[in-house]
């Protein structure tokens, strides 16, 4: 059997690295190197160096505004999403009536696409703000927290049944042990519980940090980044500098070359941070 897979190995690879190749790799490193390049198409760029990169730090303040606005949503989108899913999961795991009910309802916004659930929101917020005269694009503040509760609204449910699925991994006679030495509730869940649960704190953290820096399709719907920019989110600047100022396709690429760099870095950071928080049973 092992000889089998030995041989036949590279034949069922091949289509799957070919594809990875063709699709990512490629494409990746031609964005690398159009960053550094003058262009509107890919055959006409013309070499500038570390001009591109320049012009997106010095003459175009958006994006720096972005880049802070971006991280103030992801830092606290990732602490409401992570503690009130797991508030839910404690909650649920406790096998009480209609638990199944209650994880359908909760996961469900997540299979809503995310320009339908930014539009969903706007109508929803822009209803309520009705009420003083005014809509969502009035102030910036009414635009960040829209974006965060429309965010803990999408992703909370996604987390929580992560949650739930690693509480319901540690070991019962754990707890029993801790009960019978006299144990309160609150030092169970700090001194058992969330250690056994890091690997799900891990990915939890790591999803939402990856969505929130990602964001793009939900931005566009509910603010577009408005008023005047002030919220508009990574993604969003990228995609206006590159398809919406003429000339400025190498900057657009080079912003978001920055961006991969920023959310890989973050996200590799994260990993090791948390994941050297992670005990074994």
Avoid at 21 to 41: D, H, R
Avoid at 201 to 222: E, G, R, V, W, Y
């Amino acid at each position: 059997m092992k000889k089998s897979l030995k041989k036949y190995f590279p034949l069922f690879l091949l289509p799957t690295l070919a594809a990875f190749i063709i699709a990512f790799i490629v494409p990746f490193v031609m964005g690398v190197a159009l960053s550094f390049t003058e262009f509107k198409t890919v055959t006409d760029a013309k070499w500038v160096g570390f001009d591109n990169y320049v012009r997106a730090f010095t003459t175009d303040s958006d994006f720096l505004h972005a880049l802070g606005f971006t991280s103030l949503f992801a830092v606290v989108s990732i602490v409401t999403v992570n503690v009130i899913a797991f508030i839910l999961a404690l909650m649920l795991a406790r096998g009480i009536r209609g638990t199944n009910f209650f994880r359908s309802v909760f996961f469900m916004p997540n299979l809503i696409g995310g320009i339908v659930l930014g539009y969903i929101w706007n109508l929803l917020i822009n209803g309520l703000l009705s009420v003083n005269g005014v809509d969502i694009t009035y102030k910036t503040q009414y635009g960040c927290w829209g974006l965060v509760v429309m965010t803990n609204w999408q992703l909370i449910g996604y987390m929580m049944v992560i949650y739930i699925a690693g509480l319901q991994n540690v070991p019962t006679d754990l707890i029993e042990a801790a009960s019978i030495d006299g144990a309160s509730p609150l030092k169970t869940l700090f001194r058992i519980k969330i250690p056994l649960v890091m690997p799900s704190i891990t990915i939890c953290t790591f999803l939402t940090l990856t969505n929130s820096f990602k964001m793009f399709d939900q931005n566009l719907a509910l603010t577009a980044g408005a008023p005047e920019r002030t919220t508009q989110m990574l993604a969003l600047n990228i995609y206006d500098t590159f398809y919406g100022r003429m000339g400025w396709q190498g900057v657009g690429q080079a912003k978001a070359v920055v961006f991969f760099l920023i959310v890989a870095v973050l996200a590799f950071v994260q990993l090791r941070l948390t994941g050297s928080k992670e005990v074994e049973h």
